[in-house]
């Protein structure tokens, strides 16, 4: 769940990547996330809604050449077309690929909090990456970001590597 509101927590998330912070590999693909916002209509003009750059999670040169994605607003104008959902109406959500940039600017305090959930989903043959911290799962040469640790850490350490992810908090969902 995330929460915009007048506290501490209502701060602009910048330009990221989600599967920047889940320790699956998805073999190029596989991977989505739907964004729902809960709780009243959101306008754009008003509210902190997510803005997508559009064809990111395509460019693989961006991340090699062009440092962190902090610095990345200029080089995403240039590269892409921003794009988000001008209205929401409750019960409606949007979706983006694991390796979309994609960013909130913060919510209008005047208007209250904003709350969204999200739901991710990855393909059935996703593995989880080897090597993320000092159990032998740390890498020196590309370091995992643990911030969202507290979403996986009940089923990632009891799953094998290079096999894909069976666990009965990641249930298999069918189409």
């Not at 305090?109 to 593995?127: D, I, T």
């Amino acid at each position: 769940m995330f929460t915009k509101d007048a506290s501490l927590l209502n701060k602009a998330t910048g330009w990221h990547m989600d599967l920047v912070l889940v320790p699956l590999d998805v073999k190029s693909g596989g991977y989505v996330t739907f964004w729902c916002h809960i709780g009243r209509r959101l306008d754009s003009r008003k509210d902190s809604v997510l803005m997508f750059s559009a064809g990111s999670h395509r460019d693989l040169a961006m991340q090699y050449w062009y440092g962190p994605p902090a610095s990345w607003d200029g080089l995403l104008a240039e590269r892409f077309v921003t794009e988000m959902a001008l209205e929401l109406d409750v019960g409606d959500c949007t979706a983006h690929h694991g390796w979309m940039m994609h960013k909130a600017h913060k919510q209008n305090a005047a208007l209250g909090a904003r709350n969204a959930l999200a739901f991710s989903y990855v393909s059935a043959n996703a593995m989880p990456l080897p090597d993320l911290k000092g159990d032998g799962r740390g890498r020196a040469d590309r370091p995992f970001h643990m911030e969202d640790e507290l979403s996986f850490r009940d089923w990632f350490y009891d799953v094998p590597q290079f096999k894909p992810v069976d666990h009965p908090l990641i249930p298999l969902v069918y189409g």
